[in-house]
């Protein structure tokens, strides 16, 4: 019998679960404004396991991180700050069937940061952004000083309260002490996803992509990919959001409990630092077949066909996320991850960002 799909990583082979059946029907879902096939596969273990099947533009990229996830799992797990701090990457099952075309395991407990917003929101979400764009042009023609401020504001007033996740848990859970559990595992699975797309320049997470479990609080996210420049296939280096603290992550994380994320993402830090020269040769090959599939077009050929060239650009690439690491080491004097966290939540830093990535969610 055949595994489901993406057990490979098993080790042992009589713990897989393998398909027994397959469900009769394939259903079309809306997914955060994206159609979707949903197929549905019985295990050998008597569980059903839903799969999404999209179409999207990086699903070699999404493997990468994926691999890099899997293997940072192991030293997290390993580790004694992190394991009983309960830390860890939850990595969604995939399986690549062509290209462009992927399996993503799901399951009805999942809703991404998009689908709270529509369903917390009584205005069509989808008018937004374009109310985004309505409060800039307005602001510049009566002589407004600093119109990004005033149209992520307005926006923000608008089309959702800073209070939409809370209420959305609070709808789930409604007694203290299993919304405390709830927001104890979310914080804890998060502040590893945060000190991921900070420490190795991963793109910054879109309210699409990160998916939250009703059940447990378990954040998971999906289409991340290195955050390369197109032009010269060196990583970003111009971000100034370290990662998404938006103001709904904000006031559902509490300024109280902002203390335990420091804690983790500084134990996240302490144990990947100890194992950063296992990871750095892993980083080097996933860097190069990153900027090989990328940055692979008729214009730059050569650039590629030079292995001098492409060791070079790597190095510059390792070196930049080396330094991120640094920044993010205990230092006894000063700890940097709290400046992060206060930059992450700056309002002016926030205005500057793309109203696709809706920061004002």
Not at 74 to 90: A, G, P, Q, V
Not at 161 to 186: A, C, G, H, Q
Not at 207 to 215: C, H, K, R, Y
């Amino acid at each position: 019998m055949i595994r489901l799909p993406s057990d490979h990583y098993i080790n042992d082979p009589s713990k897989a679960v393998r398909i027994h059946n397959f469900s009769r029907y394939v259903n079309l879902k809306n997914k955060s404004g994206t159609i979707v096939k949903e197929l549905t596969i019985r295990g050998t273990d008597g569980l059903l396991y839903i799969y999404n099947i999209s179409r999207v533009q990086s699903v070699e990229s999404e493997e990468r991180i994926f691999q890099l996830f899997h293997i940072a799992n192991n030293y997290i797990l390993d580790f004694k700050e992190t394991s009983k701090r309960f830390l860890k990457l939850s990595i969604p099952r995939t399986f690549t069937i062509a290209p462009n075309l992927r399996m993503v395991e799901t399951n009805s407990s999942m809703y991404s940061l998009f689908e709270m917003y529509q369903e917390m929101n009584d205005d069509s979400v989808y008018n937004d952004i374009d109310f985004w764009f309505s409060v800039i042009n307005t602001c510049i023609i009566i002589g407004k000083t600093n119109p990004l401020i005033e149209s992520l504001l307005s926006t923000g007033k608008k089309f959702g309260s800073d209070e939409i996740i809370k209420n959305w848990v609070s709808m789930r859970y409604p007694l203290l002490s299993d919304y405390w559990i709830f927001r104890k595992t979310f914080i804890e699975h998060y502040s590893v996803l945060c000190f991921f797309e900070y420490a190795f320049n991963l793109t910054k997470l879109k309210p699409e992509m990160l998916n939250i479990n009703e059940s447990n609080g378990v954040a998971v996210v999906s289409d991340y990919t290195f955050l390369l420049d197109r032009v010269h296939g060196n990583l970003d280096q111009n971000n100034t959001i370290p990662f998404r603290m938006t103001p709904n992550l904000t006031n559902f994380i509490t300024p109280y409990r902002k203390y335990q994320m420091i804690n983790c993402l500084t134990a996240t830090g302490q144990c990947l630092n100890n194992s950063i020269e296992d990871l750095s040769v892993v980083l080097k090959l996933l860097l190069k077949d990153e900027l090989k599939s990328n940055y692979n077009t008729s214009k730059h050929m050569k650039v590629l066909d030079n292995n001098q060239k492409v060791i070079e650009n790597v190095e510059i690439n390792l070196n930049y996320i080396l330094t991120n690491f640094d920044k993010l080491k205990t230092f006894p004097t000063h700890n940097l991850i709290p400046d992060l966290l206060k930059q992450a939540v700056d309002k002016h830093v926030l205005c500057h960002k793309s109203p696709v990535w809706r920061p004002w969610l």
